[in-house]
């Protein structure tokens, strides 16, 4: 029996925003963009991941500013990717060793083509082979 593929349940809408953006802007482009995290970038590099829940648990419930704290401050930095090939059997498996949410997805040339999160493989219909 088939497995399903990571690439058949990530989503692919990746945003990228600078360390130096402000958690307000963020969180209002995860609004529009109907997502819940954003990758954050120093330069052309990949600097950190900050989610929604970022946001509530690590500023917002410490008191700090949205409009004056910066993504840089509450990134997650230790990112962990899979790739697309991979099952989402394999990625959750990754997920659950590691306690987290959330695995950018790259191609073979380890460029990121998406992220999976706990949400996406939830989805996934009760009959599909994870």
């Given at each position: 029996m088939a497995r399903t593929a990571v690439a058949d349940v990530?989503?692919?809408?990746?945003?990228?925003?600078?360390?130096d953006t402000p958690l307000d802007e963020a969180a209002r482009a995860m609004r529009d963009q109907h997502i819940g995290d954003v990758v954050v970038t120093s330069g052309p590099t990949i600097a950190g991941?900050?989610?929604?829940?970022?946001?509530?648990?690590?500023?917002?419930?410490?008191g700090l500013s949205p409009?004056?704290?910066?993504?840089?401050?509450i990134a997650s930095r230790e990112l962990i990717m899979v790739e697309q090939a991979a099952t989402v059997e394999e990625a959750v498996r990754a997920?659950?060793?590691?306690?987290i949410r959330r695995l950018l997805v790259c191609d073979a040339d380890r460029?990121?083509?998406g992220i999976l999160s706990l949400s996406d493989v939830a989805l996934l219909p009760a009959s599909a082979p994870v």
């Open positions: 990530m989503t692919r809408r990746v945003v990228y925003l600078p360390g991941l900050v989610t929604d829940r970022d946001i509530v648990v690590r500023a917002i419930a410490e409009k004056t704290t910066t993504l840089a401050a997920m659950r060793d590691r306690d460029k990121v083509v």
